[in-house]
T-cell receptor
Framework: DAGVIQSPRHEVTEMGQEVTLRCKPI?????LFWYRQTMMRGLELLIY????????DSGMPEDRFSAKMPNASFSTLKIQPSEPRDSAVYFC???????????FGPGTRLTVT | RKEVEQDPGPFNVPEGATVAFNCTYS??????FFWYRQDCRKEPKLLMS???SGNEDGRFTAQLNRASQYISLLIRDSKLSDSATYLC????????FGAGTRLTVKP
């Protein structure tokens, strides 16, 4: 298995632009997680899905952030409009079941100028 | 109080040293526990799960103390390649990651 796949690996954009991050979880995993990591705040859970259904989005910072999972093999995290404080590494992770270990993708390093 | 707390370090130790990290958690209903390793500019990767009876994987030993609500990781005979940030993870209502403890092993 190729593991969790994320794209793009790096994104540089200007303030106000829309950013879309993509994730393909490990096949057969029922849970998908989106995290954000910064030096100041560490690893923060943004949202997670179970069988394509959003379960907890309490970590989503504000309405500018949205996430979808249209099918079991694809999810997106969208930021519109982007702001410089959104600059971070965004990780997607998947796990087989509730409470199981999570497998992380390589992350998307986002820079908003 | 944070749900999962770790000593941020950094821990700077010589090769061959034994080093231990602790992590405390606040949710007494937590059911599963893990240690992850994260290298600079890389994603976190599972190092080992933590079982109630304690478990060992080579030079690494993990312990769980439910009464005191902490988990620990012991690294024996540390190698240069052990240099990384170690994250403890606790699953209560959802998975919570500690902020990580940075370890540098020096020759």
């Amino acid at each position: 298995d190729a593991g969790v796949i994320q794209s793009p690996r790096h994104e540089v954009t200007e303030m106000g632009q829309e950013v879309t991050l993509r994730c393909k979880p490990i096949s057969g995993h029922d849970y998908l997680f989106w995290y954000r990591q910064t030096m100041m705040r560490g690893l923060e859970l943004l949202i997670y899905f179970n069988n394509n259904v959003p379960i907890d989005d309490s970590g989503m910072p504000e309405d500018r952030f949205s996430a979808k999972m249209p099918n079991a093999s694809f999810s997106t995290l969208k930021i519109q409009p982007s702001e410089p404080r959104d600059s971070a590494v965004y990780f997607c992770a998947s796990s087989p079941g509730q409470g199981d270990e999570q497998y992380f993708g390589p992350g998307t390093r986002l820079t908003v100028t | 109080r944070k749900e999962v707390e770790q000593d941020p370090g950094p821990f700077n130790v010589p090769e061959g040293a034994t080093v231990a990290f602790n992590c405390t958690y606040s949710n007494s209903a937590s059911q599963s526990f893990f240690w992850y390793r994260q290298d600079c500019r890389k994603e976190p990767k599972l190092l080992m799960s933590v079982y109630s009876s304690g478990n060992e994987d080579g030079r690494f030993t993990a312990q769980l103390n439910r009464a005191s609500q902490y988990i620990s990781l012991l690294i024996r005979d540390s190698k240069l390649s052990d240099s990384a940030t170690y994250l403890c993870v606790v699953n209560g209502n959802d998975m919570r990651f500690g902020a990580g403890t940075r370890l540098t092993v020096k020759p």
